[in-house]
């Protein structure tokens, strides 16, 4: 039944297990130091350009011409109905020395994604290892599991939050049974996030899968093996299973930042970043200095320090894996 | 063998309140779809008078404009989003999965870059250079990128598939004097049908979902995606949460159930192809 899902999670684990991002990249900046011996074009290199020429077209106009632009228009005033004046540093140093938003909006996001990242992990290990066991009825659990992360990101779940967290709201009802009263758990300001980060955490089904494909690719012997030797299950955990699925871990954290930095439509919809700011995360700053506001210069700006700290997150992550990714095919950890 | 009856009675035990507290609200919103204003806030499943009502005014709530529109505009989208993306995914797949061509690797790990790029950094000039080119509140700039290799992901997808097809069949075509394009058309495009399909079902899933695009793009009301029109239906003065929550919950009814029904598709394409994931 979760074939589909399965697949589809299973093959973007492999981008990572099969390490396929390091060699190419590797290979790719090697080619382009090397230089070509042999530069006649050949009718393969026609067929191919043509095959795929929609991406590269794509990526030339809608992606590299973007970054590149942004990039400038970072360094301008622009307003979309002049032309942009360029203004030097201006946009880098009032958001560094003079917005408060900016601060806070950070703030609001470094913590969404200290929190919500590692809770996320933790639970979804947690169930795709019960979930690797042999059970009857567990494709009717793994449906049940994964179905809220089908829904997950849409509007509509945001707007059922949005009234299960309410004052008058199905989470206090149930509280008041226990004599506890209930706060408005969105419009208070220690809270808010919270409920945001709670959602996140609902939503564990796609991590939970990769975990599970990646359980399953552990060799059954290995298990044999250490029992034989007398290790206990809590030793095979540590020993075994947390070495052998560290590559997939690292997936996991590494998309699992990149993805809660850019967390947008559950802020924009339950709490519209308050109360009090409490909830405005970076990427709803970006939005209203971009298409409300219309600063385009300012917006662009903070997109790219947004691309800088998530390429910053990213890098410490791949230096940080050394010390604890465990790749079979190195036969051992990396020093 | 007691002790493996135990350890299954023992995962029952913490599978089965899990995955029922796991799908609680959404059988509570199911319930809750049909309640009374008064009667929303009691943590009671189902209520005791069902509202059928606010499936009805929901779907009216705007005083011009039905949520047949709504959905009829975000499925239009959707088809053209699901041929965009679904043709640039083959395509691209077998450019990068099969063929050798200068500078293959360089591009290849490019695209594998993008991957990891946040959006925002280029949704400022993406946006500028669509209200230049007049394309501001149309579908264009929502799915045109499809047809340019948006989902870089796909196109990684359908490469590695494409790489678990035996060349064999290739070299036999190629010597009864098939080309490239030949190959592609009769060969690998039906062989990679399954992985189409996954690409066809998380392009709808995906774009579905995708509300920051449709905020940004559309502002005409009569242009409205059923997300859009569940953001107005929010920002109403008084929000009927009944019907708000009843018209939510049907806007997740088409991917759910392209999710259950594609499913079968997809195992059988695997199953009749012989080809494994």
């Given at each position: 039944m979760f074939t589909l899902s399965y697949y589809y999670w299973f093959t973007i684990y492999r981008v990572q297990q099969s390490s396929t991002i390091y060699p190419a990249l590797k290979r790719g900046l090697a080619m382009l130091n090397k230089k070509q011996s042999r530069w006649k074009i050949t009718g393969h290199d026609i067929a191919g350009y043509v095959f795929i020429s929609p991406w590269l077209i794509g990526f030339l106009l809608l992606t590299l011409w973007p970054i590149l632009q942004s990039f400038y228009l970072s360094f301008t005033d622009y307003s979309l109905l002049d032309s942009p004046t360029w203004t030097g540093t201006d946009n880098y140093e009032s958001i560094f020395t003079k917005d408060r938003l900016f601060m806070k909006s950070l703030t609001v996001t470094f913590t969404f994604v200290l929190l919500a990242v590692p809770i996320k992990l933790f639970f979804s290990l947690m169930v795709a290892i019960l979930l690797n066991k042999k059970v009857r009825g567990l494709n009717w659990y793994r449906t049940a599991i994964y179905f809220p992360s089908l829904i997950g990101g849409s509007i509509a779940v945001s707007a059922l939050w949005r009234n299960m967290f309410g004052l008058d709201g199905y989470v206090n009802h149930v509280l008041s049974w226990f004599g506890i009263e209930g706060i408005g758990w969105i419009s208070n300001p220690d809270t808010a996030l919270g409920t945001l980060i709670l959602l996140n955490a609902w939503q564990f089904g796609s991590t939970m899968v990769i975990f599970l494909a990646g359980l399953k690719q552990i060799p059954k012997d290995l298990y044999e093996s250490a029992s034989v030797d007398g290790a206990s299950k809590l030793r095979q955990f540590f020993k075994i299973t947390i070495p052998m699925l560290s590559p997939v871990m690292f997936f996991n954290l590494v998309l699992g930042i990149i993805n809660a930095f850019q967390m947008f439509t559950s802020a924009f919809i339950?709490?519209?970043?308050?109360?009090?700011?409490?909830?405005?995360m970076y990427v709803l700053f970006l939005y209203e200095k971009a298409f409300k506001q219309y600063e385009m210069g300012y917006a662009s700006a903070l997109a790219w320090i947004l691309l800088v700290i998530i390429a910053a997150f990213t890098a410490i992550n791949f230096l940080v894996s050394k010390y604890w990714v465990f790749y079979e095919s190195d036969g051992g950890k990396a020093k | 063998m007691r002790s493996e009856k135990l350890a299954a009675l023992r995962s029952h035990l913490i599978l089965l309140p899990f995955s029922l507290l796991m799908l609680y609200p959404v059988i509570w919103w199911v319930g809750a779809s049909f309640k009374s204003t008064a009667e929303l806030g009691e943590p009671s499943l189902w209520p005791t008078v069902f509202m059928w009502e606010n499936y009805t005014n929901g779907w009216n709530f705007s005083p011009q404009f039905t949520f047949a529109t709504f959905f009829a505009n975000t499925l239009m989208m959707e088809v053209w989003n699901v041929i965009g993306g679904v043709a640039t995914a083959a395509l691209v797949g077998y450019g990068f999965g099969r063929l050798n061509f200068k500078l293959r690797n360089f591009w290849f790990s490019i695209l594998l870059l993008t991957m990891m790029l946040p959006a925002q950094v280029t949704v400022v000039p993406q946006y500028i250079l669509f209200n230049k080119l007049g394309f501001?509140?149309?579908?264009v700039p929502l799915v045109l990128p499809h047809f340019f290799g948006g989902g870089a992901f796909f196109v990684f997808l359908v490469v590695q598939f494409v790489r678990g097809i035996p060349r064999e069949l290739d070299e036999a075509a190629q010597i009864d004097g098939a080309s490239v394009y030949g190959i592609f058309f009769r060969i690998i495009a039906p062989l990679i049908k399954p992985a189409l399909v996954t690409v066809g079902i998380f392009t709808f899933l995906w774009s579905w979902d995708d509300f920051f695009s449709q905020l940004l793009y559309l502002s005409s009301v009569e242009k409205f995606t059923v997300g859009l029109a569940l953001r107005m239906f929010i920002d109403q003065?008084?929000?009927?949460w009944g019907q708000l929550l009843a018209m939510s919950l049907l806007s997740v009814v088409p991917s759910a159930i392209l999710f259950f029904v594609a499913q079968k598709h997809f195992v059988e394409g695997i199953a009749t192809t012989g080809i494994k994931g």
């Open positions: 339950i709490t519209q970043g308050g109360p009090a700011n409490g909830t405005y | 501001t509140d149309s579908y003065f008084e929000v009927q």
